[in-house]
């Protein structure tokens, strides 16, 4: 059986379009099944962080990426390159075939911006595919595509039903290949994750499963502090935390040197619990004392009343970026080196 992981955001998440091609191969009696880890509320910085534990608990074949709805066009060029080079690292050491899924998002003007762009200039630099259902449904017009999205973004039973069959059909006839995976199995691993669950002293007991991959936070009660020991200076660059009824403001202090970093973890959606990567910037830290504020913040729910009881924090990770050694240093400037005199396309 060819098993086909699909990585992504909340498109992925939900059901719809990973069912639908798991019916198409059914009715064609084809050995291949869709898997799915879908996270809605994360970025492109939280799977290169957990690229390897998503791999590691869910063994697949091949890997689509529905990477580009979401915040991906938050990050600038490099940045957004810096982290797809991390995760297709991680895929080539494992021998992965990829391809890239670009779904439509509300909001984008898919005439001027800049990730068709890079999808085309990595298909056709590293031979990587990309199905592109963005534009042809842009284009249709938003009058048309109400009954394939139900805001834009969300699959209607109609764009299910779409969706899927492209997907199908992309594996189907011919699936994507290996040829990318020499270029991007020897470099190195710039970006990871430390869970909390591996550090001496602390207990991680709330389970959060999304899609097969378990997390497992550290609660942080309202006015409570906990300090998070980092082993050696890292340098941060966000946390995993949940968003939820009784979440808040966390308060992320670097008591070394004084800096602080104020997060809320909450918002219009807060209704439900859900994980999301935030950013936390602290270069060179050794430790960080994390607290959680009393106030509820002053956001509306969508639907509901808001819990008015005391504020509850939660963290299962810390994201950082390694410090690379020189040897590591050369073979990522032989990678851009490479790719620049090809003539790659710099979105």
Known sequence: ???????????????????????????????????????????LPAIACLIDEILDAIPCDHVLLELF??????????????????ILAATARRNLPVAFLNLHQGGVDYAAEPVAGLLGAYRALYGIPYLDIAAPVSEAGAGDITYLLKDGTHVAPAGAELYGTLVYALMR???????????????????????????PGLECGFDLRRNGIPLHFLEIPEGASVEIPLGRPRHVIGLLVTYGPRAGTLTIRDPARGRTRAITAYDEVSYYTRSVYRSAVFPAARSLTITQEAALPDIA???????????????????????????????????????????FRRA
């Open 1 to 43: 059986m060819l098993r086909v992981l699909c990585l992504g955001y909340s498109v992925t998440e939900l059901p719809g379009y990973v069912e639908r091609a798991n019916a198409l191969a059914a009715a064609e009696g084809r050995p291949v099944t869709f898997l799915r880890s879908g996270w809605g509320g994360h970025s």
């Open 173 to 199: 006839a011919p699936p994507p290949g290996r040829a990318y995976l020499d270029r991007f199995r020897g470099l190195p691993v710039r970006f990871d994750s430390l869970p909390l669950r591996t550090l």
């Open 301 to 343: 729910l969508r639907k509901g009343e808001p819990d008015r009881g005391a504020r509850l924090g939660r963290v299962s990770h810390i994201f950082v970026r390694r410090r690379l050694g020189l040897a590591e240093r050369v073979a990522l400037l032989r990678h851009r080196l490479w790719r620049r005199l090809k003539g």
């Open 69 to 86: 709805t979401g915040n991906v066009r938050y990050f600038d060029g490099a940045t957004m390159r810096a982290y797809l080079d991390d």
